[in-house]
């Protein structure tokens, strides 16, 4: 398998594991209420069926990289708080704020937005 062909495949299989963590966080959903779209294509790697968009209002980007190396040292840090939650709260000049945290702590706190 080729880099290109590689990479896609690695994607494939982010995108898969994110739409099997949502469907197991929301069990009221069926399978073609979250679905992975196929590489290349354009807008949202997660489709939302309106049902499954009225329990997460969100859009999905997923991207897995070989080397996110600074961002996971960042989560390292935010872990030396000891036993609470890591979260990391940054910004580029001139961009809006943006926040990294656990998926599972993610999804515990998007389970709560509709209930």
């Known amino acids: 398998m080729g880099s290109a062909a590689s990479s896609k495949a690695k994607g494939r299989l982010g995108q898969q594991e994110i739409r099997d963590k949502i469907l197991k966080t929301f069990p009221t959903l069926e399978p073609d209420d979250v ?31 070989k080397n996110l190396k600074t961002i996971y040292d960042f989560v390292d840090q935010a872990k030396q708080g000891g036993e609470y939650e890591p979260v990391v709260f940054f910004r580029a000049d001139r961009q809006e704020w943006l926040v990294i945290t656990k998926l599972d702590h993610y999804m515990e706190l998007i389970k709560g937005w509709k209930t």
Do not use: F
Request: a positive charge; zero cysteines; aromatic letters at 0%.
């Open 35 to 65: 679905r992975s779209t196929a590489m290349g294509q354009q807008g949202e790697d997660i489709q939302l069926s309106p049902r499954a968009r009225e329990l997460i209002p969100i859009s999905a980007e997923v991207k897995r990289r």
